[in-house]
């Protein structure tokens, strides 16, 4: 019956932005759950497509792009490299921790062992997506902040101090992410992953690890 196709079935989570992911599955995995366009890359073949590198530019910046690769060493290749193509402030990032396991349709782990995106569960993912600023299709968005600054990392001893390093080691693994982030790239994490008083109670705890 017209108009009865979705009864029974759990709203989605409907943004405005494009989302990228990196495989035919992290897409499908998606479009269960999300209401937005959802482009892949095809793995590492996005380096070398330059149709597709010409459209998600013209996708960004009609209106915007989330990118959400998986946590692995791969993924952030891929969203380095995306960000140094794409506008830069038409670009939001989405993360998800580094979680152990396998995929049920793999036989094998990855190589570093951890879930992608298509392996973590729908709450992470809508949860992600929205802790990115996505600008979700009522109007609103993540509420903005003064947010976490590079002065606040060298204040609280996690760059330019003796001991830096072994600080954000040790934030990285409070909030599972990948031990090799930059300093820059674990600044952007926090911010979209917490809020400013959430980073502070976070860096008085790993003052007393």
Do not use: W
Not at 83 to 96: C, T
Not at 147 to 169: C, E, V
Not at 182 to 197: K, R
Request: aromatic share 6%; glycine share 10%.
């Amino acid at each position: 019956m017209p108009g009865s196709r979705r009864t029974g079935m759990k709203a989605m989570l409907r943004i405005k932005e494009a989302v990228i992911v990196e495989g035919r599955y992290d897409k499908i995995k998606l479009k269960r759950i999300v209401d937005a366009r959802v482009f892949e890359t095809g793995g590492f073949g996005v380096f070398n497509q330059k149709e597709l590198k010409s459209l998600l530019c013209r996708v960004a910046e009609k209106s915007g792009i989330i990118i959400f690769t998986d946590s692995d060493a791969a993924g952030f290749m891929i969203r380095n490299h995306l960000k140094g193509i794409l506008p830069k402030d038409m670009v939001k990032h989405a993360y998800i921790p580094q979680l152990q396991g396998r995929e049920k349709r793999k036989k094998a782990a990855s190589k570093e062992g951890l879930l992608g995106v298509e392996g973590i569960s729908d709450e992470v993912i809508i949860n992600a997506l929205i802790r990115s600023g996505a600008t979700l299709m009522d109007g609103t968005t993540k509420p903005d902040y003064a947010g976490i600054t590079k002065l606040d990392f060298y204040n609280d001893g996690l760059s330019g101090k003796p001991g830096s390093h072994k600080a954000r080691q040790r934030l990285l693994a409070r909030l599972c992410l990948p031990g090799y982030m930059s300093s820059n790239a674990l600044l952007e994490a926090v911010n979209i992953l917490l809020s400013y008083d959430e980073y502070k109670s976070l860096v008085r705890d790993i003052c007393h690890d």
